[in-house]
């Protein structure tokens, strides 16, 4: 466990990182806030483009944010929208998670007046992995 924020620090924080959101297409803003193993915070927000597949994600921001500073280790991330429905990392989210994070890992889903506590592993079971492509038998295509 870190020494880190609160679950309620970490949620104020993803509602800090809102205010940064570039989303002048969907106008739904997402703030993530990252929680690594030594108790260090990275936020993220949602960065929309006008060809919509290149927009960035909240929580990939906050995570390539963290890995760029060479964490690799972590503990919880918090997630909130600007509308407080209790937004939930996306399936290509939890993926990119998963990378780098245990089933334990905590999601907090901000739904305003509570959060609800996930972990990855609800979220995401039987994720693919390096093992698992480690475990693979390859094709020799020579
Ligand atoms: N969004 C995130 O930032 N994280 C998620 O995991 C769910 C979706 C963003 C993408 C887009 O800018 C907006 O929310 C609407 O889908
Ligand atoms: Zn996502």
Same mark, same amino acid.
């Given at each position: ?18 205010? %940064?959101?570039?989303? *002048?297409?969907?106008?739904? @803003?997402?703030?993530? /806030?990252?929680?690594?193993? =030594?108790?260090? &915070? ?42 407080? %429905?209790?937004?939930? *990392?996306?399936?290509?989210? @939890?993926?990119?998670? /998963?990378?780098?994070?245990? =089933?334990?890992? &905590? ?36």
């Amino acid at each position: 466990m870190s020494d880190g924020p609160t679950d309620a620090e970490l949620v104020e924080t993803a509602r800090d990182a809102l205010a %940064d959101a570039y989303v *002048p297409y969907s106008e739904y @803003r997402v703030g993530a /806030a990252l929680v690594t193993a =030594d108790g260090t &915070v990275y936020t993220g927000c949602n960065i929309e483009n006008a060809n919509y597949s290149n927009s960035l994600h909240a929580e990939e921001v906050a995570i390539a944010a963290a890995v760029k500073d060479a964490h690799a280790s972590f503990d919880r991330i918090a997630v909130s929208s600007g509308v407080r %429905d209790g937004v939930t *990392p996306c399936g290509m989210c @939890r993926q990119t998670l /998963a990378e780098f994070c245990d =089933d334990d890992f &905590v999601v907090l889903c901000d739904e305003g007046d509570a959060v609800t506590r996930y972990t990855l592993g609800e979220l995401l079971p039987n994720t693919i992995s390096l093992d698992t492509l480690d475990a693979a038998e390859r094709v020799d295509r020579e």
